[in-house]
Each structure stands twice: as structure tokens, then as C-alpha cells.
């Protein structure tokens, strides 16, 4: 109830046709701001989670951030996958993937040494075996959807309701082997 008001009161309703249609950049702007927000939050509470427990932050990140910022690109894609839009589906979920690696990390860490901060990177280890973990996710992805198609001479890669499944028990044992690993000497 409380975020309902605040995003009532700070948020101009900019759809076509209303009376605020033409402050739609005031509502990108305070959009980003209310994300922003949320995000500090979030990765304050993730620290303060990691620095009680002892499980190293890069766990965290993985596992808790990247899951909750992948809710909506996931809601997006099953949207446009319903329409029968495979193929928006998937670069939705790829592009996003480059977004978050180069803007996310780029832009933040630009700032931050440009304001005279340096930006430390720690547990070096667990996030190079995190790369790892995630280029034998992007290798299964391009064998399920583009080896088989490119293996037959098609010209379409097609998802199945057994890629789907392939898929998602690949996210399961890549994700359940990353934390074993992390968590090893925990």
C-alpha cells in the first residue's frame, strides 16, 4: 500500500491520450530513480546477509540479485513467446544477458573511477569459475537451439517442450554445481 501512494503521487500517468501523455519523460526518469533505490536496497541487504552468514558475496549475487533481476526479462520473454514470437524471446533473453554484463557493470564502475573511487573486485576465484559455469550454460543453449537445427539444415532453430525442459534442468544443475563449489570451504 504505502510504495502504491508513493508511486501514485511521484509517477505522472503518461498514456496516450491522458493529461500528463506529455510528461512521460519526467515518469522514465522517476521510474529509474524508484529502480535505483530498490536496487541499493537490495544490495545492502544482500551484503549484510553475506557478512552475517559468511557465504561469500558472489553467491549471493548469483543466486539472490540476478534471480530477482531476471523475474521481469523472464515475464517479457514468456510474454512474447505466447504470441508466437520465439525468436524476440530469446534475443530478449540474450540481449539482456549484454546489457547487464556491459552497461550494468560498465556504466557504474566508469562512474565510480571517474568521481575518484576505486572499484575493488574481490573472491577472484569464485567469479572465474562463475564465467565458467556460465559459458557451459551458453554452449548447452547454442547446442539445444541452434546445434540441432544447424545439424538437420534448417534454416529455424525450434524450441521443444523437451528443449524447454533441457533447458531448465540445465539451469538446475549448473546452479546447484556453482553453489556446491562456492560453498565448499564455507
Same mark, same amino acid.
Given at each position: 500500500?504505502?510504495?502504491?501512494?508513493?508511486?501514485?503521487?511521484?509517477?505522472?500517468?503518461?498514456?496516450?491520450?491522458?493529461?500528463?501523455?506529455?510528461?512521460?519523460?519526467?515518469?522514465?526518469?522517476?521510474?529509474?530513480?524508484?529502480?535505483?533505490?530498490?536496487?541499493? &536496497?537490495?544490495?545492502?541487504?544482500?551484503?549484510?546477509?553475506?557478512?552475517?552468514?559468511?557465504?561469500?558475496?558472489?553467491?549471493? &549475487?548469483?543466486?539472490?540479485?540476478?534471480?530477482?533481476?531476471?523475474?521481469?526479462?523472464?515475464?517479457?520473454?514468456?510474454?512474447?513467446?505466447?504470441?508466437?514470437?520465439?525468436?524476440?524471446?530469446?534475443?530478449?533473453?540474450?540481449?539482456?544477458?549484454?546489457?547487464?554484463?556491459?552497461?550494468?557493470?560498465?556504466?557504474?564502475?566508469?562512474?565510480?573511477?571517474?568521481? &575518484?573511487?576505486?572499484?575493488?573486485?574481490?573472491?577472484?576465484?569464485?567469479?572465474?569459475?562463475?564465467?565458467?559455469?556460465?559459458?557451459?550454460?551458453?554452449?548447452?543453449?547454442?547446442?539445444?537451439?541452434?546445434?540441432?537445427?544447424?545439424?538437420?539444415?534448417?534454416?529455424?532453430?525450434?524450441?521443444?517442450?523437451?528443449?524447454?525442459?533441457?533447458?531448465?534442468?540445465?539451469?538446475?544443475?549448473?546452479?546447484?554445481?556453482?553453489?556446491?563449489?562456492?560453498?565448499?570451504?564455507?
Amino acid at each position: 500500500f504505502p510504495l502504491k501512494v508513493a508511486f501514485k503521487y511521484t509517477c505522472p500517468p503518461c498514456e496516450r491520450g491522458s493529461v500528463w501523455e506529455i510528461y512521460y519523460p519526467v515518469t522514465l526518469v522517476v521510474a529509474f530513480a524508484w529502480v535505483s533505490l530498490f536496487s541499493y &536496497g537490495i544490495s545492502k541487504i544482500v551484503q549484510s546477509w553475506g557478512n552475517a552468514s559468511g557465504i561469500p558475496l558472489s553467491l549471493f &549475487g548469483y543466486i539472490l540479485v540476478a534471480c530477482g533481476a531476471e523475474i521481469p526479462d523472464t515475464i517479457q520473454s514468456v510474454t512474447v513467446a505466447r504470441r508466437g514470437y520465439g525468436s524476440m524471446a530469446v534475443s530478449n533473453a540474450i540481449g539482456s544477458q549484454i546489457l547487464n554484463i556491459c552497461v550494468g557493470l560498465g556504466f557504474p564502475w566508469t562512474v565510480s573511477l571517474v568521481t &575518484g573511487h576505486n572499484v575493488e573486485v574481490t573472491d577472484h576465484e569464485t567469479i572465474f569459475r562463475a564465467a565458467i559455469f556460465q559459458f557451459v550454460n551458453i554452449a548447452i543453449v547454442f547446442l539445444l537451439l541452434l546445434g540441432s537445427s544447424l545439424a538437420r539444415g534448417e534454416k529455424k532453430a525450434t524450441l521443444t517442450i523437451c528443449k524447454g525442459w533441457m533447458l531448465l534442468l540445465t539451469y538446475i544443475v549448473v546452479s546447484s554445481s556453482f553453489v556446491a563449489y562456492a560453498l565448499r570451504n564455507v
